[in-house]
Structures are given as C-alpha cells and as structure tokens.
C-alpha cells in the first residue's frame, strides 16, 4: 500500500548547487565521482532500491526473520533473491577501495544511495550497513593479511559482517564486558562468551559471516581499557581464499523485536570460536570506534530515510483523503469535502517533516563530505578541520537526525487519522522501525554526553570554535544579501544561544558534573538546530542565486525558500528554549530521592 520515488532531484540539489561536488574535482577520493556517474548512481539507485526492496518492506515486516532448530536462520521470503541482485548489481562496491574491488566512489555519493536504500527497505539495508562499519574498522586496523583474505568478498557482497559489543550484562558500559580471548599456540585466539542484539548474526543471504568481536585477553584490566578487537568468521577461511570448517559460534536464539523485523538480531553464543586479533591487544575500542562512527553516521541517515519515506506517504494521503472543510470556506464546492491538505494543523505537520527532512539530507551529506575531506583534503589544515567538524557533528547527526526521524515519523502516522494505526496502510511500520535508531549505536542520551563531555573538549574546543567561525562568516555574508538577511539575522541569534551554552558549561561543568549531564540532551538538539539552520542558510543562497541566474527549474527554488523561511520562523526560535532547560542546571533533576519517583 506504501509508496516511495527516491527524491533524486533534491539530493542532486544539494550535491550540486549547495556542497558544489565539481569543486572537489581535482582530490583523489573524487576521481572516481564525474557527474554523470553520480547521476546513474542516484537515478539507477533510486529506481533498483524502489523496484526490488521496496516491495519487500511489509511483508519482510509481516514475516519477519526465523531462527530453525539447527541455529541457522532463515530471512523472509525474496530476500535472499533481492540480496542477489544487490551484490549483483554492485551496489555494496560503491564506496569501497579499488584496491578490494571497490568502486572508489566517495563517501559523499555512497551516503546519497544509502539514504534510499534505507527508505525503501531498512531491515534489508542494515545487512550491507553492518558489512560497511566491518570493513571500515578492518580497512583501519586490520593487518595486511587481515585485509586480503575478508575484504574482497566483504566489499563485494559475498559475506556479511557484524560488529560484537554488547553482552547481558553490558551495553553502554562496554567496561563490563566478560567474553574471553584465550591465546593459542598457532597465534589465534579461542573466544568464549555470549553476545546480545547482534543484528544480522546470523542469516541465510551470504557464504560467510565476518563478526568483529570485542573480548578481554588473560589479565587484562577489567575495564574499557583492557578491550581487544577480534575477527571471527563463522566458517574458517583457508589459505587458499575458500570456505573452510564451521567455527565454534552459533546463533542462540532471534530477538522478538518492535522493529526492523527482517533484520535477525541474534545471541551469539561462541564456544571457543577462533578469532584474531585486530590491532594491538587492549586497543580495541579504538578500533571497533571506526566502524562505531561510520556506524553512527548511518544510524542518523536511517533516521533521515524513514523521515523521508513516511513523509512521501503522509504527502500522498493528505492529498487523497477528503474530511472537513478549509477554514477560509470550501475549497473544492463540487465534493462533499476538501482534502486533508487544507487544514492548517495537517500542513503544519508536513511542512515541518520537509524543512527537518531536506535540512536533514544537506546535513548528512555534508558531514559525508567531512568524512572525504578528513582523509583526502589537500592540506594537513583543511584535514584536520573536516576531522575536527564530523567529529563534533556525529553524535548530533545520529542523535538528533534519529529523533527527527521517528518524529517525522510519528507526525506522518497522524496524518492518516487512525488508518495510520492500523497495519495495512504501512505507517505504524515507519514509526517501529525508526524507533530503534533512536537506542542502537549508543542511546541518544549517550551521544549527547558523547558530544558535551568528549567532543566539545577536546583539543580545547577546537571543533566547536571552527563550527562557529564557519557559522558566523557564512551569515556574515547572507547579511549582505537583503533577499537573505532575515534568514541570516535568525540563525545569528541561534548561533549565539549556542554559543552562551556553551559557555555556561565551560562555567558551570567543573563545578558540578550533573550541570552538564543535565545539559546534553537539549544542547545537541540546540547544536542540530544551528547546524541545519547553516544547511538551510545554504540552500536558501543557492535557491535565490539559482532564480537569479535564470534557472529554469523555478518552482523548486521558490518552494525551497518557503521552506527556509519556515525553518527561520518556526524552528530556529527553538534554541532560546533550549538555552533556557541548559542554563536551568540540575538542581530539579537530581533534587528528589529514587523513593520520591515511586508511585504516591
Ligand atoms: C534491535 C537491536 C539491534 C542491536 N544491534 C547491535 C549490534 O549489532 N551489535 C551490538 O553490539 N549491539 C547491538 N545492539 C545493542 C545496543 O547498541 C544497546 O542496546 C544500546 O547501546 C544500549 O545498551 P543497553 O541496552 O544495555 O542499555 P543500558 O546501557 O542499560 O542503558 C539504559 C538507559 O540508561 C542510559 N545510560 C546508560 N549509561 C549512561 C550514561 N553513562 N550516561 C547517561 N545515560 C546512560 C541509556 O541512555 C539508556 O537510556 C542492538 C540493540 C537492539 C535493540
């Protein structure tokens, strides 16, 4: 009953007139990315992910993933088939090195399908997404070895990966990690443990699957700092490149979950299981944090894609379904009704979607493009910069990307009156599925304190004093713009609520802790708000200076201007508000005793 189209001409928008793709042209990760190939990557993409995954999305849902009784599992029907078709079609290949069969494309381009791989199929993208993080972390800290024998058939699609953090007893406070790594005398490790909520654990869609482990070796410290980092495939690997004996781990059991039915998320159980060591002993957060961020960056990009896809529907509906009439009087006298689209209260909803979701995109793409420059910019300086900014913005891209997702997705559900409740019309799956990205990954709650208690400090606050200097030079010069100054007077007074709380916890957080931990939650919001007024800031500029030039494509343009305006109207004022919960402190969070909260 769902639709989706892959907003192909918005991404293009944004790739092309406000991050200005041609302009990095001459840097070697964009070599690969000519114009016309990022378009039939975006066109062939879009229409590949509508035809062949999207359809699989409800019923993946209804069906779900089923563990049998021996520990294999079987994925719902069409999977296997549209997982062929995806390897096939080379579109794991994307980002990859040419060095392993990659297509050397950037990150940048790579972000753009995924984001349409996920809308049109979460549960199915999160197979390949995992296998990206995988492949990050090997690509990093992998020995040479390492990389010869996984990489190749994990870049090509033709085995998975998974990454192993969580355990029972251990989730956000990877400190309390029990599984064992026991060194072996031909230099491997025999793992022992159980792992939790290991999505894409086990399936029947690939020969092989790569699990990055995190384990602690003999007389390790019992904390974060005595983790290490291991490869473990579910079948050994021979010399030879081959598939050899089964290894000692086994899928336990599949959660029964609110979500993202067609993904397993399985117990792990590994019995002895040889793995290797990746990286250097007790490193291994290190490491497994390359794949955590490229994972992260991800996550919040499924909060855009399920954003995008329930909007397209909500969109949809409120231009079929006739109920009411306007409040300016009939809008179409020859029916019985007007359409739901007439109501302030169902524009409201959707208009929001649209300023959050193309703020959003520009956002995710940008910080793709940070990704890029941090590896491939042609100075140290401009490295480091773009190292500095998608360090800063990560956990703000999937905490507040994640929470703009399920909102958008819930608001979009509303929209449907009670057939968005109802499990035929395919709302309630959107909002199900976009909770989850809200909790993996690390909470939301915990990327805030990533970002106030980590990101904003380090190396004296270097990020976030370039992420102003950026923000202020750009409104710097929209204000010279009558056409753009309004907006730019708008993101200047968010720009310095940010700023002030910033400096309110530079003040208050020594003095007491809870100040800042308090603090978080609305400071990322309060940073996302100001990093997608800066995105909106941009298309705006690139909106007018399109009408100016005569772009033919005037509709488009116009709309994006509307739709800034009502991001400067409508959600750039949020930020005092924010400001205000920052600068309240902790006293009435933490005032009362766990009794207090017990019922009356
Ligand atoms: C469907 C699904 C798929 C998953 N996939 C994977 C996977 O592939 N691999 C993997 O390793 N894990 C996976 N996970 C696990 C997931 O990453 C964890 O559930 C998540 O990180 C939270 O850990 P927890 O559930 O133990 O919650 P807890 O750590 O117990 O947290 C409970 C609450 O306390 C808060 N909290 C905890 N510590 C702090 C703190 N220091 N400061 C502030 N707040 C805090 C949290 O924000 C949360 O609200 C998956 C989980 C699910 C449900």
Request: charge should be negative; aromatic fraction near 8%; proline fraction near 4%.
């Amino acid at each position: 009953m769902p639709r989706y189209t892959a907003p192909v001409r918005d991404t293009r928008f944004i790739l092309e007139k406000v991050i200005g793709l041609d302009g990095y042209a001459n840097l070697p990760a964009f070599a690969a990315a000519s114009p016309e190939i990022v378009n039939a990557v975006l066109e062939e993409g879009g229409k590949f992910v509508a035809e062949q995954l999207f359809p699989l999305n409800q019923s993946g849902d209804q069906q779900g993933c089923k563990r049998n009784d021996d520990a294999s599992v079987t994925t719902p029907d069409g999977f296997k088939e549209a997982y062929k078709a995806f390897v096939e079609g080379g579109w794991m290949t994307l980002g990859a090195p040419e060095e392993f069969g990659g297509q050397n494309m950037p990150h940048i381009v790579s972000t753009a399908f995924e984001e349409y791989l996920i809308s049109a199929n979460m549960a199915f993208a999160m197979y390949p997404g995992l296998t990206k993080g995988a492949v990050a972390a090997l690509l990093a800290h992998g020995s040479q070895e390492q990389k010869e024998k996984y990489l190749p058939k994990m870049i090509s699609g033709e085995w998975t990966g998974t990454m192993n953090l969580t355990e029972p007893q251990c989730g956000t406070d990877l400190g309390l990690i029990k599984t064992k790594a026991e060194p072996q005398a031909d230099g491997s490790y025999a793992i022992t443990g159980t792992k939790i909520f290991i999505s894409a654990g086990e399936h029947d869609l690939a020969d092989n699957i790569i699990h990055l482990v995190l384990a602690k070796t003999p007389g390790a410290p019992d904390s974060s700092k005595g983790i290490s980092l291991f490869v473990v495939p579910k079948f050994l690997v021979n010399d030879d490149g081959s598939i050899g004996e089964r290894n000692g781990v086994s899928c336990g059991s599949i959660e029964h979950k609110m979500g993202i039915h067609a993904n397993s998320t399985c117990v792990l159980n590994y019995d002895g299981a040889k793995g290797w060591l990746v990286g250097e002993e007790m490193k291994g957060l290190a490491a497994m944090f390359v794949m955590m961020n490229a994972a992260r960056l991800g996550v919040g990009l499924q909060g855009l894609g399920i954003a995008e896809v329930a909007y397209q529907n909500g969109v949809q509906y409120a231009n079929d379904r006739r109920q009411g009439r306007a409040l300016t009087g009939p809008k179409d006298p020859e029916e019985k009704a007007d359409t739901l689209f007439v109501h302030p209260d169902v524009r409201r909803m959707l208009m929001e979607a649209k300023a959050q979701i193309e703020g959003l995109r520009a956002l995710c793409m940008w910080g793709a493009l940070q990704v890029d420059l941090s590896h491939d910019a042609g100075d140290e300086e401009a490295r480091e910069l773009a190292d500095d900014l998608v360090g800063l913005l990560t956990p703000v891209i999937k905490g507040y990307g994640t929470d703009i997702g399920y909102k958008v997705a819930t608001d979009c559900q509303q929209v449907y009156g009670g057939h968005g409740y109802i499990a035929e019309w395919g709302m309630e799956q959107y909002v199900r599925d976009a909770r989850i990205a809200m909790i993996y990954e690390g909470t939301n709650g915990v990327q805030a304190m990533d970002l106030v208690g980590r990101k904003l400090a380090r190396k004296g606050g270097r990020a976030v004093q370039a992420f102003f200097k950026l923000v202020s030079g750009e409104i710097a010069e929209a204000k010279q713009d009558e056409k753009l100054a309004d907006f730019a007077a708008k993101l200047e007074k968010a720009m310095g609520d940010m700023q002030a709380a910033t400096m309110w916890m530079a003040q208050n957080g020594f003095k007491n802790p809870n100040d800042v931990g308090a603090a978080a939650y609305p400071y990322m919001e309060l940073t996302g708000v100001v990093a997608i007024g800066l995105m909106w800031l941009r298309m705006a500029t690139a909106a007018q200076a399109g009408l100016a030039g005569g772009d033919s494509d005037t509709k488009f343009l116009e709309t994006k201007l509307v739709t800034a305006r009502y991001y400067a109207d409508r959600i750039l004022p949020r930020t005092a508000s924010l400001r205000s919960q920052i600068e309240a402190g902790s006293d009435t969070i933490m005032a009362l005793e766990p009794e207090a909260f017990e019922a009356a």
